[in-house]
């Protein structure tokens, strides 16, 4: 199985701060690469497909990059509803594994 | 609406069965893979099955694999997720979600999820 690791598992930031959160994966999984916020208490939403395509609907400060096995989830500038866990998840091959989760707080 | 409902959730004894269903509407769900993703209450995201589109292919976790088994009927839209022989470990939130199509298998559609705990 492909493992997912992520990092930082939480972090605090303040309203306009840039944020960036990291994915690596235990092989090479080209693009095949998604990122998901999930807000307390509610399901997962798709933020990033295919390692930097932005899902329809998401705002433009989300970003995401990498290939291989280096990823990145990028807010350009922190917003107060972004306070959420951030997953990431590989779908090069089953089983589509996740990330263990990034908590990010609003200082 | 785009939307995925879950039900069939509740309190069951190890060992014991349960099924899972997931109603789709406001898209073409015959033509979606499907998937099967559960929560630890407080703890990440775990891939559990999924199907394709036409119900001839599934895959699973080691996890769940021999216990449970995910079926769709396209002519009522409908997911399921039959689950047996089961643990305290299978205690969780139960989403199901929707592999979009272009998006190298993003799950774009998730479901509210339903509880499952497995407890004597």
């Known amino acids: 199985d492909i493992q997912m690791t992520q990092s930082p598992s939480s972090l605090s930031a303040s309203v306009g701060d840039r944020v960036t959160i990291t994915c690596r994966a235990s092989q090479s999984i080209n693009t095949f690469l998604n990122w998901y916020q999930q807000r307390p208490g509610k399901a997962p939403k798709l933020l990033i497909y295919a390692a930097s395509s932005l899902q329809s609907g998401v705002p433009s400060r989300f970003s995401g990059s990498g290939s291989g096995t280096h990823f990145t989830l990028t807010i350009s500038s922190l917003q107060p509803e972004d306070l959420a866990t951030y997953h990431c998840?590989?779908?090069?091959?089953?089983?589509?594994?996740f990330g263990q989760g990034t908590k990010l707080e609003i200082k | 609406e785009v939307q995925l409902v879950e039900s069939g959730g509740g309190l069951v004894q190890p060992g014991e069965s349960l099924r899972l269903s997931c109603a789709a509407s406001?898209?073409?769900?015959?033509?979606?893979?499907m998937h099967w993703v559960r929560q630890v209450p407080g703890k990440g995201l775990v891939w559990v099955s999924r199907i394709n589109s036409g119900g001839s292919s599934t895959n699973y976790a080691d996890s769940v694999k021999g216990r449970f088994t995910i079926s769709r009927d396209n002519a009522k839209n409908a997911l399921s997720l039959q689950m047996n022989s089961l643990r305290a470990e299978d205690t969780a939130v139960y989403y199901c979600?929707?592999?979009?199509?272009?998006?190298?298998?993003?799950?774009?559609?998730w479901g509210q999820g339903t509880m499952v705990t497995v407890s004597s």
């Open positions: 979600a929707r592999a979009a199509d272009g998006t190298r298998n993003a799950l774009d559609i």
């Open positions: 998840q590989q779908s090069f091959s089953t089983p589509y594994t």
């Open positions: 406001g898209f073409t769900f015959s033509g979606s893979w």
